[in-house]
């Protein structure tokens, strides 16, 4: 153990001193709405060191509340993605972690590679981790080839983080299939009956047959990431994987229903609104449930069109009982002109 660590995003980075006679740490969860990961293990790595741990969340009733008297170290975390910020303040280091995720942040081997402290959310009765980092794609519009890398690479063994005690596992890996282990992840799930939930989804376009039978076979274990609906996710982002995503898709309805798939369909990014429509009905059509993501909507993106379709899609009465240019007609009829037929044929919507 050593008397500095170094904590980095993909922003920045910095070093803490640990070489102080006030081993007292104050760890603050800002706003994660589920357990800090990286809060869990440096909690652990701090109590391993023989520190005075104190906790609390500014937002989550699930956490513990522990104050620590004149720490010399504070640690806060929250997910926006801003630079590692660290401030000096009458020989306190204080510590800002954020990224794009609190789970974005790079840890030491030491303390990344440590149990969780789960004892921080006595009240969450799960385990969470990563098995694998990175990912075998380069989307052009996700941060994790940036961030963590291509390809895939095995990162922790589930039984590096999964409390025994825990019957539900939060696994975070963006590419679960992807990952060198995934054979061995899943029997381990499956022999140890553990209610899951993959948080990034599947990528139905590396499906095989055995991955299917596999996820038939712990359907009933398949959760959202709140337990409360069997849920799995997916998504079809770009068109052009058109034949590899159905080929997954249609492999995959034979092990699992997909009326508990939700398939993410990326709109406004660089598809026509023939490729949108394409896309819904063609996953509609084979029962999933398609939901239409406006790309960076919270920034002005989309267009009124891109959100009608959205609109339209994601209320399932609505995608059960009109057609989309049905819908338009009653809500915005001046965009109907903006839906040409298009070439390929899609049943009664048009
Ligand atoms: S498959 Fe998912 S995680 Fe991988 S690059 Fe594409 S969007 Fe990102």
Redesign the pocket.
């Known amino acids: 153990m050593s008397d500095v660590i170094h904590l980095s995003n993909d922003i920045g980075n910095c070093e803490l001193n640990l070489n102080t006679d006030n081993k007292r740490i104050q760890l603050i969860d800002h706003d994660s709405v589920i357990s800090n990961l990286p809060l869990m293990k440096l909690s652990s790595y701090f109590k391993q060191l023989g520190w005075e741990v104190g906790f609390y969340s500014e937002i989550n009733p699930d956490a513990i509340s522990v104050h620590v008297d004149n720490p010399s170290l504070i640690i806060r975390s929250s997910v926006f993605n801003k630079p590692l910020i660290k401030t000096n303040l009458s020989g306190t280091q204080i510590i800002d972690i954020c990224s794009s995720t609190d789970f974005g942040i790079w840890l030491n081997d030491e303390i990344e590679h440590i149990r969780p402290d789960y004892s921080l959310y006595p009240k969450n009765d799960y385990s969470i981790g990563y098995t694998s980092r990175g990912?075998?794609?380069?989307?052009p519009?996700?941060?994790?080839?940036k961030k963590e890398g291509n390809p895939v690479r095995q990162w922790s063994d589930i039984t590096e983080f999964h409390n025994t005690e825990h019957k539900k596992i939060i696994l975070m890996d963006?590419?679960f299939f992807a990952s060198p282990k995934w054979l061995e992840n899943i029997k381990y799930i499956y022999i140890n009956r553990l209610e899951l939930c993959i948080t990034?989804g599947i990528?139905a376009r590396i499906l095989t047959e055995e991955m299917c039978q596999w996820l038939g076979r712990i359907k009933k274990h398949i959760w959202n990431y709140t337990f409360t609906s069997h849920m799995l996710s997916t998504?079809w982002?770009l068109y052009e994987f058109k034949d590899q995503v159905v080929r997954g898709l249609t492999l995959l309805r034979e092990h699992l229903s997909p009326a508990n798939i939700m398939v993410y369909v990326l709109v406004s990014y660089n598809t026509t609104i023939e490729q949108d429509l394409d896309r819904v009905m063609t996953l509609h059509n084979l029962g999933y449930k398609p939901y239409v993501m406006v790309y960076n909507v919270s920034s002005g993106g989309g267009t009124p069109l891109t959100k009608a379709l959205s609109a339209w899609c994601n209320n399932k009465q609505l995608l059960n009982s009109c057609t989309f240019v049905e819908y338009l007609k009653e809500t915005d009829a001046k965009l109907v002109s903006q839906v040409e037929k298009p070439k390929v044929t899609l049943g009664k919507w048009f």
């Open positions: 990912c075998i794609r380069r989307c519009f996700c941060v994790v080839p963006n590419n990034q990528d998504a982002d």
